[in-house]
């Protein structure tokens, strides 16, 4: 069982981890890249039906909670294309975040732009796994000369992080 569990760890679960950096694979596809994991996992000769003694939800558990510490494989692509978004928000000068930026969101930043017509499979991928990294996202306030009090998230705390009130006066729009 242990070398069962470094090949799937070490070969099997890192063989689509590539593609998954850049594309949004589909529940379907990573249900049966799951099955076939759990299969190995539970039979010991190919002819032979194993009997599966516990659900692959359990075994994505971390060991410490009684799992095997395997991974899904969605939420962990949509964690690496998360990785992406954050990676193009942080460096807006690397190449990628500039060709998608002249292409998708020439006016505006990643996390707000529209998906658009016409998109590529890349661009529908990331903008898929933007409101993980938005719903995380707190600002770094300064001066607040570009914070807007209604509509970004910059109160520290847990929750919502916006102000919560109607819009009293318009024209006081931004922290400072």
């Known amino acids: 069982m242990g070398g069962n569990e470094v090949f799937i760890k070490s070969v099997l679960q890192a063989i689509p981890i590539y593609v998954m950096q850049c594309f949004l694979l589909s529940k379907s596809l990573c249900r049966t890249l799951e099955d076939i994991m759990n299969k190995f996992w539970w039979t010991s000769n190919k002819a032979v039906k194993g009997i599966h003694w516990s659900r692959w939800e359990q075994l994505c558990k971390p060991k410490c909670i009684g799992g095997m510490g395997f991974k899904d494989l969605y939420l962990f692509n949509k964690m690496l294309i998360a990785k992406q978004v954050w990676r193009i928000s942080s460096q807006p000068n690397c190449f990628s975040a500039r060709v998608l930026k002249a292409r998708y969101y020439l006016f505006t930043d990643i996390l707000s732009a529209k998906v658009g017509?016409?998109?590529?499979?890349?661009?529908?991928?990331?903008?898929?796994?933007?409101?993980?990294?938005?719903?995380?996202?707190?600002?770094?306030?300064?001066?607040?000369?570009?914070?807007?009090?209604?509509?970004?998230?910059?109160l520290p705390g847990r929750g919502n992080s916006r102000v919560l009130a109607q819009k009293i006066m318009p024209n006081w729009t931004t922290v400072n």
């Open 117 to 154: 017509s016409y998109p590529s499979f890349t661009w529908r991928s990331i903008c898929s796994a933007r409101e993980l990294i938005a719903d995380g996202l707190l600002w770094r306030v300064g001066n607040g000369a570009s914070i807007n009090i209604w509509d970004d998230p910059w």
